[in-house]
Every structure is written in C-alpha cells, then in structure tokens.
C-alpha cells in the first residue's frame, strides 16, 4: 500500500512542478544558445561565463533547485 500512496504522491508532484521544469529547461537552453553564438566573437567573455557557471554548479545545494522550482 505505501508503494502506491508513494507513487501516486509522486506523480502529483511531477504534473505540478513539470510546467516550471521545462521553463527552466528554456530559459537555461536560450543562454547556452546565446553563449555559442559568442565564441568565436567574444572567446574571454565566453570563457569569463564558463568560470561562473562551474563556481554556480560547484557550490550548488538542493534547496537552492527547490527555491527555483517554487517561483
């Protein structure tokens, strides 16, 4: 029984949280896309944003994703 209430709470949390999931998905693909477009034209500003986004992804913590997903 407490598989199915899981599962099912599961799924709830899934169609509530998919719309906001995928804007995120867009979002994050239009700045790879606008970032692409920079490097042959801008390499160090290219460079400076790779520099970012790994110092983001290393100090990244799982109530900051859930922060996201909630606005």
Do not use: H, Q
């Amino acid at each position: 029984m407490p598989d199915i209430f899981t599962e099912k709470l599961l799924e709830m949390a899934m169609s509530s949280y998919t719309p906001r999931l995928k804007e995120i998905s867009k979002l994050r693909v239009d700045e790879l896309s606008s970032v692409k477009a920079k490097i042959r034209t801008s390499p160090e500003e290219v460079e400076a944003w790779f520099d970012a986004e790994i110092a983001k992804a290393g100090n990244m913590d799982v109530s900051d994703i859930l922060k996201k997903m909630k606005l």
